[in-house]
């Protein structure tokens, strides 16, 4: 069991751009973040098949943290190119399950492991410094109004019926 908050959040408009802040946006469900690109299906990996791994992710600020303490790499939330900053969240272990930040309800996906596509845009050894601590990749089940500052925490499954 965990509690976390959210940070920071960020969407970007079309492929390759700069991400950009915000302090609210609307995640739809089985969508991703109004206005992002890849809620749009216009990001650098889409498909023409909808992949739910694609419609939010999520980095932990620890991580980023430790990539300067291990790597010396200084990388900001938007270069690391994920939507939701959190802290206190430990995210790679939330793959396959469900969990809310404020009203919004997420499920993770998979793991959201760097590219040499973030190198390429930061200039930066992104792929080296966040292995296995990339973030996650999760799809948006019940939608809502994200925040910044919105707690962060897992559902719990429910009790077996006695």
């Known amino acids: 069991m ?8 960020a969407v970007c408009r079309s492929a390759g751009m700069p991400m950009q802040s915000v302090e609210s946006i609307e995640a739809l469900a089985g969508e991703g973040l109004s206005g992002d690109r890849y809620a749009r ?3 650098a990996f889409s498909k023409a098949v909808k992949d739910p791994g694609r419609e939010v992710t999520l980095i932990e ?5 430790a990539a300067r303490a291990d790597y010396e790499q200084d990388l900001s939330h938007l270069e690391s190119r994920r939507n939701l900053l959190t802290e206190g969240v430990p995210l790679n272990h939330l793959v396959g399950k469900t969990f809310r930040v404020g009203e919004v309800l997420l499920r ?4 959201c492991e760097p590219c040499g596509y973030l190198d390429n845009l930061t ?7 966040l292995l296995h601590r990339g973030g996650l990749r999760a799809e948006v089940v019940e939608g809502g109004t994200l925040r910044v500052g919105d707690p962060i925490g897992e559902m719990q499954p429910a009790s077996p019926a006695e």
Request: hydrophobic share 35%; net charge positive; charged share 40%.
């Open 2 to 9: 965990f509690e976390g908050r959210l940070l920071a959040i």
């Open 41 to 43: 299906g216009e990001g």
């Open 61 to 65: 600020r620890e991580a980023l943290d």
């Open 108 to 111: 993770g996906v998979r793991l």
């Open 123 to 129: 200039g930066k050894e992104g792929k080296k410094s």
